[in-house]
Every structure is written in structure tokens, then in C-alpha cells.
């Protein structure tokens, strides 16, 4: 242990490697070579609340405490970023009510049942806007409809199961949709319609690991958006891979708009809608290796 000019221990080359390959392990989060001191300042606070006075320690606690599990939960916390808002990326949603659902309207007729999967949901704000969308299409009244959120966070999934928010989740919201969607809870909080809530679940579900049975339907579209990116490829392929497994043949996927498929997948087809390019599930054929 090497003290460091505030009194906290500094995290040596050793223990950075140990925490970040366990962190790698078990979330597929890529913690850079240039990130010892984010990381030795986002866990300083588990030490002090462990009471632990070096990183070899904390490592070893998560390794083999009793207590290991909540709060290996507790250090991804620390490390992920949960930035999300309601209708991010409105181009895209666009062309999904415009283009795609009409098709899967199409589609699903004689079931008139629909699935939509928000993986990697965060606080629940894309899950809620997908479930808005729907809504507002007037397509799917009277069907089975569901639209599943799912993170390996708990803290932001309880969030999300509140549907409580503040103006940073609202940013991109416009009056009009505000008062449709929400109702005012005072000056600065709102909460997210009941119908619209009655449409939305939400599941832990780590998507480096096989489905746990958070839900266990097939999609008609997941979204899957700025998730990809805090992962390297073999670990972004393994998302690629069970998304595409939970994808009905002909479903899609719509990633972030920094995000694409170029040397992850060419298990998916590019489609270019008039509004933007998503990706689509094959009707045949199944994963090349
Ligand atoms: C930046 S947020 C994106 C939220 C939303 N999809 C959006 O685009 O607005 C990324 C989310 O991915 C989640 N995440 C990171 N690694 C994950 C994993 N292995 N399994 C499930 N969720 C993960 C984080 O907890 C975080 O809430």
C-alpha cells in the first residue's frame, strides 16, 4: 500500500489488472489501461465502507467474501454509466413507428401479440418511450403488448420500476408529449402515465451471461443501445449472439447511432429504411460461428 496524498491507498499495476479482468469477466465492461486512477477513485469509497486499506484487499473480498455478490453489484455500479433520457435519438424512433412497426403490425396479425425488448434499459426511459410509441401508433389496441427493460443494475432498475423522473430524463421531451405521457407530481417531478406503465416490465438480466429467465418470450425488436460501446468485441459478440437468439426470424435490432455491426456480426441483415438503417434478424438460416 502507497499512500497517497489524500491518505488513500493507491491502486498498484497488479491490482488494477486483477480488478479490471474480473470486472471484464463478469460484465464484459472493458476497463482501459488509462483508467487505473478512474477506477481507483470511483472504488475508493467501497474500501472506506468496507474498511479495507488496499486494493488487494477489496479484490479478495470480491473474490471470495460471503458478501461477494451484492456487492460486486455494488462496484459495477461504480463503474458504469447510466446516461439515458426519454426519446434519445429521434430519428431513429421515427423510422421504428414509421417503418418497422407497420410491418410488424403486419406480421404478428393472426398472433396480435407484440415484443419489444429494451436490453441494457437503464433507468427505464427507453423502455417507456418504446411503450409511448406503441400507444401512439394506434396499431397494436386490443393485442398482447409488452416491452421488457433489462440492465445488470439494480439500483437503476428500481428507478425505472418507480417511473418517477426530473428534468435531465426529460430533456428531449416536448410539452405536447409531456402532457400526454406523464403526470406532474410537483414543480420538478413527474410520473409516467399507468397505461403506459402497464405495458412495461423490468428484469435483471446481465447480457454476458445466458438469459437467467427475466423474460423468456422471443422479440419482435430489441433495442440495444449505447451498450455496446463500454464492451470489447469477443465480449460484444456474446450480446450480439443472444440477442440474436431471442430475436423471432425476421426481428430487429436497433443499436446506438455511434454503434454499428462492421466486423462484430454477419448474422444480421442491414436494412435501409427511408429514416435511418437498422438491423434485422434473417427469416432463414441461424448463427455462423
Ligand atoms: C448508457 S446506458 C444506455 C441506456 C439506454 N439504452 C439508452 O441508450 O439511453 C448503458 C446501460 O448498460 C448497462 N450495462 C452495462 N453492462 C451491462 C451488462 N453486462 N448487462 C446488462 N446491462 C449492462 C448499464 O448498467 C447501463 O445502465
Same mark, same amino acid.
Given at each position: ?18 480488478? @479490471? +479482468?474480473?470486472? /471484464?469477466?463478469? !460484465? ?25 486499506? +488496499? $486494493?488487494?484487499? /477489496? ?25 439515458? /433520457? ?19 403490425? %403486419? ?31 394506434? %396499431?397494436?389496441?386490443?393485442? +398482447? ?6 440492465? *445488470?443494475?439494480? %439500483?437503476?432498475?428500481?428507478?425505472? @420500476? ?18 400526454? /405521457? ?10 409516467? =402515465?399507468?397505461? *403506459?406503465?402497464?405495458?412495461?416490465? $423490468? ?11 427475466? !423474460? ?8 440495444? %443501445?449505447?451498450?455496446? *460501446? ?10 450480439? @449472439?443472444? *440477442? ?22 454477419? +448474422? ?11 438491423? =434485422? ?9
Amino acid at each position: 500500500m502507497m499512500p497517497f496524498d489524500t491518505g488513500r491507498p493507491e491502486m498498484n499495476v497488479e491490482e488494477f489488472r486483477l480488478l @479490471r +479482468d474480473f470486472v /471484464y469477466a463478469y !460484465c464484459g465492461i472493458l476497463v482501459r489501461d488509462d483508467m487505473k486512477y478512474v477506477m481507483q477513485r470511483r472504488l475508493w469509497p467501497r474500501l472506506e465502507a468496507l474498511g479495507l486499506t +488496499d $486494493f488487494g484487499s /477489496y479484490y479478495r473480498y470480491l473474490r471470495f467474501d460471503a458478501q461477494r455478490r451484492p456487492e460486486l453489484e455494488t462496484a459495477i455500479e461504480a463503474l458504469t454509466t447510466h446516461e439515458t /433520457y426519454f426519446f434519445r435519438e429521434p430519428r431513429q424512433l421515427k423510422a421504428f413507428s414509421d417503418e418497422v412497426l407497420p410491418v410488424l403490425e %403486419r406480421r404478428n396479425a393472426r398472433t396480435r401479440r407484440l415484443r419489444v425488448w429494451s436490453a441494457g434499459c437503464s433507468s427505464g426511459e427507453e423502455a417507456y418511450t418504446l411503450a409511448m410509441l406503441l400507444k401512439e401508433s394506434g %396499431r397494436f389496441e386490443g393485442w +398482447d403488448v409488452e416491452v421488457h427493460g433489462s440492465d *445488470i443494475s439494480r %439500483r437503476v432498475l428500481a428507478v425505472a @420500476r418507480q417511473g418517477e423522473y426530473g428534468p435531465s430524463a426529460l430533456r428531449a421531451t416536448s410539452a405536447d408529449q409531456l402532457s400526454r /405521457y406523464f403526470v406532474q407530481l410537483g414543480p420538478n417531478r413527474v410520473r409516467v =402515465r399507468d397505461d *403506459i406503465r402497464a405495458l412495461v416490465s $423490468f428484469g435483471h438480466h446481465n447480457l454476458q451471461e445466458p438469459e437467467q429467465g427475466s !423474460c423468456s418470450s422471443r422479440m419482435d425488436a430489441v433495442f440495444c %443501445r449505447n451498450v455496446l *460501446i463500454y464492451f470489447d468485441t469477443p465480449a460484444r459478440q456474446r450480446v450480439l @449472439r443472444l *440477442i440474436y437468439e431471442k430475436l423471432t426470424p425476421g426481428g430487429y435490432l436497433m443499436l446506438g447511432h455511434s454503434e454499428n455491426l462492421i466486423n462484430l456480426s454477419a +448474422d444480421f441483415e442491414l436494412v435501409h429504411l427511408r429514416g435511418d438503417l437498422v438491423y =434485422r434478424r434473417p427469416e432463414l438460416g441461424g448463427w455462423s460461428p
